[in-house]
């Protein structure tokens, strides 16, 4: 069964410091991942995802992600953090083959000026 | 948005009762999850369903049942409710064109006494 590990809990940075938080997956043949954000109080909202192609991918936001398979992450960063991406960010990962998502614990992303 | 209603938003019991969760779609998609929400545990799977009386467990299944007899309406039942079910519960839809990539809906907040 495919697992998923956040490797911190709890990221603070100051505003407009890069950022980088951790997702390491099981390995599987073939997988896709994502990371979704949940801001206070709210449901979880697709940030980016990877299925297949180029390995880097991109959110709307300034967010970005690698597909490393050779180290089964999907680490997600930002070279630039505003207060408003304070949040909990969930990495997720489903095989090919099915639909359900399992999710990372999270990471608490807080950012103060 | 994708439609996705869940009642009652906050519901507070007493260990022992019965709970029944509801989560409704307006956009008759397949597939429908019901995920808990809890501190340093992310989100977990509880069960999922994959058509009208086709459902499968997750894995927090233990002390919860679903039922799905229409489209729309994916049930979560608390047979006899304990504190250890004290959570937020998540109900997701996803498209079959778009794998694995679920929306949520504004959760459930359940605290059994």
């Known amino acids: 069964a495919q697992s998923v590990t956040q490797l911190d809990s709890q990221v603070p940075v100051f505003e407009e410091a890069p950022v980088e938080l951790r997702c390491n997956y099981s390995?599987?043949?073939?997988?896709?991942l994502f990371w979704y954000v949940q801001y206070p109080n709210q449901g979880l909202q697709l940030l980016l995802k990877?299925?297949?192609?180029?390995?880097l991918v991109e959110s709307i936001n300034g967010f970005e992600a690698e597909f490393n398979k050779s180290q089964t992450s999907f680490h997600l960063r930002k070279p630039s953090v505003h207060i408003s991406d304070t949040a909990e960010y969930f990495c997720?990962?489903?095989?090919?083959?099915?639909?359900?998502?399992?999710f990372g614990k999270g990471t608490t992303l807080s950012v103060s000026s | 948005d994708a439609g996705i209603t869940q009642s009652p938003r906050h519901k507070v019991t007493e260990t022992g009762t019965p709970v029944t969760l509801r989560c409704h779609q307006t956009?008759?998609?397949?597939?429908m999850y019901w995920y808990r929400q809890d501190p340093g545990h992310g989100l977990r799977l509880i069960h999922y369903?994959?058509?009208?009386?086709?459902?499968d467990k997750g894995e927090v299944s233990d002390g919860y049942s679903v039922s799905r007899s229409k489209t729309e309406d994916f049930l979560l039942t608390l047979e006899s409710a304990t504190s250890s079910q004290t959570s937020v519960y998540f109900c997701?839809?996803?498209?079959?064109?778009?794998?694995?990539?679920?929306?949520f809906g504004e959760g459930s907040r359940l605290t059994v006494l």
């Open positions: 369903s994959y058509g009208v009386k086709d459902t």
């Open positions: 990877y299925l297949s192609g180029s390995t």
């Open positions: 390995s599987s043949v073939s997988v896709y």
């Open positions: 997720a990962v489903s095989d090919q083959a099915g639909t359900a998502l399992i």
């Open positions: 956009e008759n998609h397949r597939y």
């Open positions: 997701a839809i996803s498209l079959e064109d778009r794998a694995g990539e679920l929306f």
